[in-house]
């Protein structure tokens, strides 16, 4: 045993990893996955049910109308990401890789909102966006365009797009600082070659830098969809567990939190006697939703490498 780690010294470095990744992030999927094939709140004794919890989810109208609507608003988020803020992303680093006048103090304004808690980013928008002390409906006011002075944060249609706002504002900045890594680590032989030829600043970007930074534009664009997922803070502390006004904020992770954990008490919500059960359940569909995207990320990677 002891040749056989002298060998493999390695070995002993990657165990401890092993161990706490095994505890923290195999077994609990593992956990979750058996307990969604039961009945159980938490509290009383387990009942097992095979497959039902997946059957009841997706045939009974009530769960099935929060679970589209949740996924729906978490791919709007999503799509709105990569149509949106993507694009900021790239242009805003390619504008700080070129060094264009103050990009050190524009990297550090757009970089800064990622330090500011998610409670803070809601009331600064609130601030804002308020019917009644917001600055935009008492500007609309002061110029006499009374009749644009809305509830904004309250209005269902426009919920999403307001909240996606936060989160963009709040963390558009990391993405950046990737980008820009992964720019100052082009070949500077080809930029230089296309500026001979005449190529302008924004043809530089389009048909030498983004080419050779393909892998971590994908690599945030998985992010991005891990992300919009799995985001809870901002429609809870913006909406509330029910996702606001009717439902017009709730997203995916809020979804399972609710059935899970109860949208008015502690033992759960509709279904009280199964909360734990089907709410693991929900957290296995969000685990495959997930997982699978992450798997054609990775089979996709790995074929464009072979091209090479």
């Given at each position: 045993?002891?040749?056989?780690?002298?060998?493999?010294?390695?070995?002993?470095?990657?165990?401890?990893?092993?161990?706490?990744?095994?505890?923290?992030?195999?077994?609990?999927?593992?956990?979750?996955?058996?307990?969604?094939?039961?009945?159980?709140n938490?509290?009383?004794?387990?009942?097992?049910?095979?497959?039902?919890?997946?059957?009841?989810?997706?045939?009974?109208?009530?769960?099935?109308?929060?679970?589209?609507?949740?996924?729906?608003?978490?791919?709007?988020?999503?799509?709105?990401?990569?149509?949106?803020?993507t694009?900021?992303?790239?242009?805003?680093?390619?504008?700080?890789?070129?060094?264009?006048?103050?990009?050190?103090?524009?990297?550090?304004?757009?970089?800064?909102?990622?330090?500011?808690?998610?409670?803070?980013?809601?009331?600064?928008?609130?601030?804002?966006?308020?019917?009644?002390?917001?600055?935009?409906?008492?500007?609309?006011?002061?110029i006499?365009?009374?009749?644009?002075?809305?509830?904004?944060?309250?209005?269902?249609?426009?919920?999403?797009?307001?909240?996606?706002?936060m989160?963009?504002?709040?963390?558009?900045g990391?993405?950046?600082?990737?980008?820009?890594?992964?720019?100052?680590?082009?070949?500077?032989?080809?930029?230089?070659?296309?500026?001979?030829?005449?190529?302008?600043?924004?043809?530089?970007?389009?048909?030498?830098?983004?080419?050779?930074?393909?892998?971590?534009?994908?690599?945030?664009?998985?992010?991005?969809?891990?992300?919009?997922?799995?985001?809870?803070?901002?429609?809870?502390?913006?909406?509330?567990?029910?996702?606001?006004v009717?439902?017009?904020?709730d997203?995916?992770?809020?979804?399972?939190?609710?059935?899970?954990?109860?949208?008015?008490?502690?033992?759960?919500?509709?279904?009280?006697?199964?909360?734990?059960?089907?709410?693991?359940t929900?957290?296995?569909?969000?685990?495959?939703?997930?997982?699978?995207?992450?798997?054609?990320?990775?089979?996709?990677?790995?074929?464009?490498?072979?091209?090479?």
């Amino acid at each position: 045993m002891i040749t056989f780690f002298k060998k493999r010294p390695y070995i002993l470095f990657l165990v401890p990893g092993i161990i706490l990744y095994t505890a923290l992030i195999i077994y609990p999927i593992f956990s979750a996955m058996q307990l969604s094939l039961y009945e159980w709140n938490g509290i009383g004794p387990k009942t097992f049910v095979w497959i039902r919890n997946y059957v009841e989810l997706f045939t009974d109208d009530f769960l099935m109308s929060q679970f589209t609507n949740a996924l729906g608003n978490s791919l709007k988020l999503f799509a709105l990401t990569v149509f949106i803020q993507t694009p900021l992303q790239i242009i805003f680093a390619y504008m700080v890789y070129s060094k264009m006048k103050n990009h050190r103090l524009a990297q550090i304004t757009i970089f800064a909102p990622q330090f500011i808690s998610t409670p803070i980013i809601v009331f600064i928008f609130r601030l804002l966006l308020d019917d009644n002390v917001g600055v935009i409906n008492n500007l609309f006011r002061i110029i006499g365009l009374n009749a644009l002075a809305k509830p904004w944060l309250g209005v269902p249609e426009l919920g999403i797009f307001f909240m996606y706002l936060m989160i963009t504002w709040g963390g558009i900045g990391v993405g950046m600082t990737f980008l820009i890594g992964a720019m100052n680590m082009v070949s500077v032989d080809g930029l230089e070659a296309a500026y001979i030829e005449g190529a302008g600043y924004w043809t530089r970007l389009l048909k030498v830098i983004l080419p050779q930074i393909k892998a971590t534009i994908i690599n945030l664009i998985l992010i991005a969809y891990i992300y919009a997922m799995t985001m809870f803070d901002f429609s809870y502390v913006l909406g509330g567990n029910t996702g606001g006004v009717g439902g017009s904020i709730d997203v995916m992770a809020l979804f399972f939190y609710r059935i899970a954990f109860g949208d008015s008490n502690p033992v759960g919500g509709k279904i009280s006697s199964n909360s734990i059960g089907m709410g693991t359940t929900i957290a296995c569909v969000l685990f495959v939703l997930i997982f699978a995207i992450s798997l054609l990320q990775i089979i996709y990677m790995s074929k464009s490498e072979e091209d090479r």
